[in-house]
C-alpha cells in the first residue's frame, strides 16, 4: 500500500499545473462552480426551510396523539368535529388528559396603515398544556382576561411594528375580526403556507373572535397519555371507538407527514425549486465545458506530443477528468462558504430558519462533481479523435 501512494506522489501533478498554468481561466473556472453550486444552496435550503416551517406548529402540540376531522388535509383547512368525540377517548386505557385546541383564521387590520390580511389564531386552553410556549406559562392570568393575545413576533413587517409598541411597557390594541385585541406579549413560530402571521388567546377569547363556530366544535384534540403508556395500543383503541366516521387519531408525526405531503402535492413550490437547482446544475456545467474545452484546444500539441510518446486515450482524457474534480472542489469551498452568509441573511430577512446541513452540502458537493466530470468527459471528445501526424 505505501509504495503506489508514494509512487503517486512523486508523479507530475499535469493536471493541477495544467489548471495553474492560466490563473486567470483558473478564477474564472472556480468563481463558475462557486456560482453554481450558490444557486443549489439557494433552492435547496430555501425549499427545505418552507416545508420544516410546515411542521413548526405541530412540533409545538403539547400531545402524543392528535384528533382531527376525519376530511383532514391541512392545517389551512380545518374541519370542525363535534367536542364529545375528544372527551370520548377519555376512557381509552392509558389516556392520561385531553385538551381541546381551536385554530381559525382571523381578519388583521395593521394599525399604521389600515390594511387587511389574514392572520392564524390559537385559541388555547388556558387550564391544560396545549401549545409549548413558555410566553403563555408566564401570561396565563392575562391571558384569562377577554380580549387579550400573544402576537407572532416573527410575523412579516406587513402586520406592523408591534414589538416597537410593546416596548412601551402597555399592551398595544389591534383590529382583528372587527373586534379590539390587545397584544400584551410576544412568542416565536413563524409563517407557513397556511399563515404569515400567528396570535394566541383563550378559548373564551378565540369564541369571541369568531361567534360562527360553535362552543362544540373543535379544530383540534390534544391527547396525553400516561407514562409508559402504549400509542399504538390507544390509537388503535381510539379507531375501535371511533371507526373514523368523523374523527382520526394521529400521532405528531403521522400529522406531519400528512401536512407535508398535502402541500408537496398540491403547491408548485417544490416544482419550482426543483428547476431552480436544475438551472443550477446546467449553468455550472456550461462553464466547466467552455473553460475545458478552451484549455484543450489550446494545448492540442502538447496532448499530441504525450499521444506521440505513446500515451493511450485513458492516460490523456484523465489528465481532463483530474481538471474537472480539481475545478469540483476548489469551487465547491467559497461556494460553501458564500452559502452560510446566505442563509444567514435569509434567516433574518424571512424569519426561516434556513441552515446548512451536512446531508445538504454533501448533495451540493455530489452534484458539483457530477457536473464537473460529466462535463470534462464532454470536452475530451476532441482527444479522442486526436492523431498526432494532424498536429505536427
Keep these: 500500500m505505501g509504495r503506489p501512494f508514494q509512487k503517486l506522489l512523486q508523479r507530475t501533478p499535469i493536471a493541477w499545473l495544467q489548471l495553474c498554468n492560466n490563473p486567470s481561466k483558473l478564477l474564472i473556472g472556480i468563481a463558475g462552480v462557486s456560482f453554481s453550486n450558490l444557486l443549489m444552496f439557494f433552492q435547496l435550503g430555501l425549499i427545505d426551510s418552507l416545508y420544516a416551517s410546515q411542521k413548526k406548529p405541530i412540533e409545538r402540540l403539547q400531545a402524543d396523539l392528535v384528533m382531527v376531522s376525519s376530511k383532514y388535509s391541512n392545517l389551512g383547512a380545518l374541519q370542525n368535529f363535534p367536542r364529545n368525540r375528544l372527551y370520548q377517548v377519555l376512557g381509552v386505557p392509558g389516556v392520561e388528559a385531553v385538551t381541546p385546541l381551536r385554530i381559525g383564521r382571523a381578519n388583521w387590520i395593521t394599525p399604521a396603515s389600515r390594511q387587511a390580511f389574514d392572520i392564524y389564531v390559537y385559541g388555547v386552553n388556558l387550564a391544560q398544556p396545549s401549545l409549548a410556549f413558555a410566553e403563555i406559562d408566564a401570561n396565563r392570568s392575562q391571558l384569562q382576561v377577554l ?47 397556511a399563515a404569515e402571521a400567528n396570535l394566541i388567546t383563550s378559548e373564551s377569547t378565540f369564541l369571541n373572535l369568531f361567534p360562527g363556530i360553535e362552543a362544540n366544535q373543535l ?174
Design 147 to 193: 380580549g387579550n393575545a400573544l402576537f407572532d413576533r416573527n410575523s412579516k413587517k406587513q402586520y406592523g411594528d408591534i414589538l416597537s409598541n410593546l416596548g412601551k411597557g402597555r399592551p398595544f390594541a389591534v383590529e382583528v375580526n372587527s373586534k379590539s385585541i390587545r397584544i400584551i406579549d410576544t412568542f416565536s413560530l413563524g409563517a407557513t403556507f
Design 219 to 392: 379544530q383540534l384534540g390534544l391527547i396525553r397519555l400516561k407514562p409508559g403508556a402504549s400509542a399504538a395500543a390507544a390509537q388503535a383503541a381510539m379507531a375501535n371507538i371511533h371507526g373514523g366516521d368523523q374523527v382520526i387519531v394521529l400521532s405528531k408525526k403521522e400529522l406531519a407527514e400528512r401536512e407535508l405531503n398535502y402541500w408537496k402535492r398540491n403547491s408548485s413550490v417544490g416544482f419550482i425549486f426543483s428547476l431552480g437547482v436544475l438551472v443550477g446544475f446546467v449553468v455550472g456545467s456550461i462553464i466547466v465545458y467552455q473553460i475545458l474545452y478552451g484549455d484543450i484546444s489550446n494545448s492540442l500539441p502538447q496532448y499530441a506530443t504525450l499521444k506521440a510518446m505513446g500515451y493511450r486515450d485513458p492516460f490523456v482524457i484523465g489528465i481532463v477528468i483530474q481538471q474537472s474534480a480539481i475545478l469540483a472542489f476548489v469551487g465547491f469551498i467559497p461556494g460553501l462558504l458564500f452559502s452560510c452568509g446566505l442563509y444567514a441573511l435569509l434567516a433574518s430577512v424571512t424569519k426561516l430558519s434556513v441552515l446548512m446541513t451536512l446531508n445538504r452540502a454533501l448533495l451540493v458537493l455530489a452534484l458539483t462533481f457530477v457536473m464537473c466530470v460529466g462535463s470534462g468527459s464532454l470536452a475530451t471528445r476532441k482527444l479522442v479523435q486526436l492523431d498526432p501526424a494532424d498536429v505536427f
